[in-house]
């Protein structure tokens, strides 16, 4: 349905999904299975547990969805702290979900070192647009 919209990246996609709440997370997981042939999402429960899979992995991440509202380490501070690393996964692309997208907010994820931000609830042809953009 979908895919006569945009193509397809053309190779299997891999993204890190960082988000605290359960159903969230199976809303975008699914979201984002519905929207591409080839993907592997991975799931953090905070900016924290983000960082270290992100370090910890082998591979690089083609993409990072990241909540900015999180207990222990928020979205922002984790943009932050991967954008530090010493290593070609600082430049991986991130983008924000938030709820909140006044000004500031937005402001706010890209002075943290986001690349873009979707609002949330987020519309599934929007999101794989922006998903595009970041990974071709």
Same mark, same amino acid.
């Given at each position: @349905?979908?895919?006569?919209?945009?193509?397809? =990246?053309?190779? =299997?996609?891999?993204?890190?999904?960082?988000?605290?709440?359960?159903?969230? /997370?199976?809303?975008?997981?699914?979201?984002? &299975?519905?929207?591409?042939?080839?993907?592997?999402?991975?799931?953090?429960?905070?900016?924290?547990?983000?960082?270290?899979?992100v370090i910890a992995s082998s591979k690089m991440y083609d993409l990072i969805l990241m909540d900015v509202q999180m207990?222990?380490?928020?979205?922002?501070?984790?943009?932050? /702290?991967?954008?530090?690393? $010493?290593?070609?996964?600082?430049?991986?692309?991130? @983008?924000?979900?938030?709820?909140?997208? $006044?000004?500031? &907010?937005?402001?706010?994820?890209?002075?943290?070192? @986001?690349?873009?931000?979707?609002?949330? =609830?987020? &519309?599934?042809?929007?999101?794989? /647009?922006?998903?595009? /953009?970041?990974?071709?």
């Open positions: @349905m979908m895919d006569d919209v945009v193509a397809d =990246p053309g190779k =299997p996609l891999h993204l890190l999904l960082v988000e605290d709440q359960p159903f969230n /997370q199976i809303v975008a997981v699914d979201t984002l &299975e519905s929207l591409f042939k080839e993907i592997k999402v991975d799931v953090a429960n905070n900016g924290r547990e983000a960082l270290e899979m207990p222990e380490m928020d979205g922002y501070e984790a943009t932050v /702290q991967i954008r530090k690393l $010493i290593t070609k996964k600082s430049k991986t692309p991130i @983008m924000a979900m938030t709820a909140n997208v $006044i000004k500031e &907010e937005i402001e706010k994820c890209f002075s943290s070192g @986001m690349n873009d931000f979707i609002a949330k =609830p987020f &519309e599934p042809s929007m999101l794989r /647009q922006k998903i595009m /953009q970041l990974v071709v």
